[in-house]
């Protein structure tokens, strides 16, 4: 039986040769953003099912597949659609197009979901820049053997999202009249929403989003020593004293309706990359 790492090598290798030289900036997008990847020369392109080992993403809203091009002179590697713990997957195919993104040798990873909002201060169709996150999920992409030539036994946590990578596209947006929002997101496994008693309990340890995906791939990302930025769509507000159904096509459109302003802001950083 093949090892992880190797079934992460032959689908690295794949890759490789379409991508040519070391890929700067890795790209993975979430719900109704999978095409937030304007002013993007694509030069290849895969689906999922043919990147030996590759996972196949189950969800209808996520497209399931890799583009490789470039924004401006920078080689960019996109993974259009990502795992989920709630589909079933395991932590480690979860994180599977990190590792690989890890041994194509990207620098930074741009990361991208949608989330139900928390903070008062927030609407729907809102970005938020993730400062910093709570993983609730109760599961580790880490647990067990530790790949040594992958990373630390116990990565630092202290800064998984880039500050300075941060500050730039905060700048670069409301240079271009973007205001995002910063804030904390808290990642659940779901597939369930939140009840109202949990919706308080995670304003109350100070969460400013929720939702079911990005802490796995960010954890195996600090560990590979990779540079992160993250966006949340604020697809919906969650609001305790005032609970109200948030529905799946709502969040898609959300999502979708607020992708440009998304594309637009990640083309702006990958060229200061
Ligand atoms: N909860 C969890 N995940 C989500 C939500 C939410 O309210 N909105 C979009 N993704």
Do not use: C
Not at 65 to 77: E, F, H, N, R, Y
Not at 86 to 95: A, D, H, M, R, T
Not at 125 to 136: E, K, Q, S
Not at 149 to 163: C, E, H, N, T, V
């Amino acid at each position: 039986m093949q090892t992880y790492k190797s079934q992460i090598k032959q689908a690295a290798d794949f890759l490789k040769t379409p991508v040519g030289k070391s890929p700067r900036v890795g790209i993975i997008t979430g719900t109704g953003l999978g095409e937030s990847v304007g002013n993007f020369d694509i030069l290849a392109s895969f689906d999922y099912s043919r990147i030996p080992n590759f996972p196949l993403s189950t969800v209808t809203s996520h497209m399931g597949q890799v583009l490789i091009g470039k924004m401006g002179d920078t080689p960019v590697v996109v993974f259009q659609g990502r795992f989920h713990l709630y589909e079933g997957y395991s932590p480690l195919e979860v994180i599977f197009p990190v590792r690989v993104l890890q041994t194509l040798g990207v620098k930074t990873l741009i990361l991208s979901n949608a989330a139900g909002g928390l903070n008062s201060g927030f609407r729907k169709g809102d970005i938020m820049l993730i400062r910093d996150h709570i993983n609730l999920t109760g599961e580790n992409p880490l647990v067990g053997h530790n790949e040594e030539s992958w990373g630390l036994r116990f990565p630092d946590m202290i800064s998984a999202y880039d500050k300075k990578l941060s500050q730039l596209t905060f700048q670069l947006g409301q240079e271009s009249g973007l205001h995002l929002q910063t804030g904390i997101y808290a990642g659940l496994k779901g597939p369930s929403l939140e009840t109202p008693a949990e919706i308080r309990y995670l304003k109350n340890i100070g969460a400013d989003a929720v939702g079911f995906s990005t802490v796995m791939e960010v954890i195996a990302a600090v560990h590979a020593k990779i540079n992160i930025l993250a966006f949340s769509t604020i697809t919906n507000i969650n609001d305790p004293d005032n609970p109200r159904s948030a529905n799946l096509e709502d969040i898609i459109k959300v999502a979708e309706a607020a992708a440009p302003k998304l594309e637009s802001i990640i083309s702006r950083v990958v060229a200061r990359l």
